[in-house]
T-cell receptor, first 113, second 109 residues
Framework: NAGVTQTPKFQVLKTGQSMTLQCAQD?????MYWYRQDPGMGLRLIYY???????DKGEVPNGYNVSRLNKREFSLRLESAAPSQTSVYFC????????????FGNGTRLTVT | KNEVEQSPQNLTAQEGEFITINCSYS?????LHWLQQHPGGGIVSLFM???GKKKHGRLIATINIQEKHSSLHITASHPRDSAVYIC???????????FGEGTQLTVNP
């Protein structure tokens, strides 16, 4: 099993460009999450999907959109990238919403210039 | 003040030493997670606990709900234990995890 697969691993964008971060899990998990990690701060939740067909805002949703394409896939879109979105992004999944351990992807390092 | 505070922020130990990392939180919680972030950046879940103690190999996690405190212990530490250890809590009233900033552990041979 691959677990949680995130792509791409690295990305450099210019301000105003758009991109989509892809995430897929093969563990039949119901819940999926997108986090960002910045120096000196803990992981912060951007959006989450408690189950297929639902999405909800997290702590820092501004500037992002998400799509729960099916049970396996949960994508994160930056419509107009800003330097403040330079960060490391992690996708995660769990069997049930926060009532089971999280499984993380390997992260995407995004730089917006 | 952060809702989740970890101490120490940085810890350097010699191989074989017993290590303790602490996590204090200020809110009511339903569960606490300990995570390990490898030098390459990947994050692995170590424990999820809501009471008492859990053990896995050389790792032990304890939680005291009344004192709002958890500890992660590593026995017979090894250089491969070098990583960032992250504490996260699920609030009783919330639907998200709040993460600490992490403790950077370096174990020297």
């Amino acid at each position: 099993n691959a677990g949680v697969t995130q792509t791409p691993k690295f990305q450099v964008l210019k301000t105003g460009q758009s991109m989509t971060l892809q995430c897929a899990q093969d563990m039949n998990h119901n819940s999926m999450y997108w986090y960002r990690q910045d120096p000196g701060m803990g992981l912060r939740l951007i959006y989450y999907s408690a189950s297929e067909g639902t999405t909800d805002k997290g702590e820092v949703p501004n500037g992002y959109n998400v799509s729960r394409l099916n049970k396996r896939e949960f994508s994160l879109r930056l419509e107009s990238a800003a330097p403040s979105q330079t960060s490391v992004y992690f996708c995660a999944s769990s069997v049930r919403e926060l009532r089971s351990p999280l499984h993380f992807g390997n992260g995407t390092r995004l730089t917006v210039t | 003040k952060n809702e989740v505070e970890q101490s120490p922020q940085n810890l350097t130990a010699q191989e074989g030493e017993f290590i303790t990392i602490n996590c204090s939180y200020s809110v009511g919680i339903s569960a606490l997670h300990w995570l390990q972030q490898h030098p390459g950046g990947g994050i692995v879940s170590l424990f999820m606990l809501s009471s008492g103690k859990k053990k896995h190999g050389r790792l032990i996690a304890t939680i005291n709900i009344q004192e709002k405190h958890s500890s992660l212990h590593i026995t017979a530490s090894h250089p491969r234990d070098s990583a960032v250890y992250i504490c996260a809590v699920r609030e009783t009233s919330g639907s998200r995890l709040t993460f600490g900033e992490g403790t950077q552990l370096t174990v020297n041979p």
